[in-house]
């Protein structure tokens, strides 16, 4: 079975502030990760994606993360927080059946 | 860009109702499933649909819960007799062949049982 840990239901940084969500996952097999972000009232949008290769990944809007085997973590950052990028934050692992499993989801809130 | 569309955005309906959500999946993915997300909890694997049968289902998908593929487009997931706690958000998603793991997902929608 596999799961994920996301530290940190809500997450408050400031305009220009360096933004880290965090993620851990456990898989019994090398996992497929995902950070997918939804806005209110709307989907889950892809950010970005591991599946093999190089492990720090650059996804949309300025977010990458990196997969560190050893910490089994998927982390995000962002080096400057915009207002726009308040929102919810879901970190996923997919498994050999194709169905992704989530995390309980972060609240970014961006201070002016 | 191609996208995922559900309809309705928003249903309403009474307990032991039946209910059925619609998708329509981006046009060349073959790989389409189901999630929901309980207010304020995490989003949760359904069904996963390849093929025209069902891939893999969660235990959250009982006998209650059925999908079908009725022509070339729709994907819908039929709910027979709906209960309060099947209150949710239910997502659909899609993928292309060959690259399952990127699962683009619809705006949702919103059933409400009352």
């Known amino acids: 079975a596999q799961s994920v840990t996301q530290l940190g239901s809500h997450v408050s940084v400031s305009e220009g502030a360096l933004v880290l969500l965090r993620c851990n996952y456990s898989?019994?097999?090398?996992?497929?990760l995902f950070w997918y972000v939804q806005y209110p009232n709307q989907g889950l949008q892809l950010l970005l994606k591991y599946t093999t290769g190089a492990t720090l990944v650059k996804g949309i809007n300025g977010f990458e993360a990196e997969f560190k085997k050893s910490e089994t973590s998927f982390h995000l950052t962002k080096p400057s927080a915009h207002m726009s990028d308040a929102a919810e934050y879901f970190c996923?692992?997919?498994?050999?059946?194709?169905?992704?499993?989530f995390g309980g989801g972060t609240r970014l809130m961006v201070k002016p | 860009e191609p996208e995922v569309t559900q309809t309705p955005s928003h249903q309403v309906t009474q307990m032991g109702q039946e209910v059925i959500l619609r998708c329509v999946p981006i046009?060349?993915?073959?790989?389409f499933y189901w999630y929901r997300q309980i207010l304020g909890q995490k989003v949760e694997f359904l069904v996963s649909f390849y093929n025209n049968e069902i891939s893999e289902k969660s235990e959250i998908f009982d006998d209650q819960f059925s999908v079908e593929r009725p022509d070339g487009s729709n994907f819908t997931l039929k709910i027979r007799s709906t209960k309060l706690e099947d209150s949710a958000m239910y997502f659909c998603?899609?993928?292309?062949?060959?690259?399952?793991?990127?699962?683009?997902f619809g705006p949702g929608t919103r059933l409400t049982v009352t």
């Open positions: 998603a899609s993928t292309r062949q060959g690259v399952a793991y990127e699962q683009y």
């Open positions: 046009s060349n993915h073959l790989y």
């Open positions: 898989s019994s097999v090398p996992p497929y």
């Open positions: 996923a692992v997919g498994n050999a059946g194709n169905m992704l499993t």
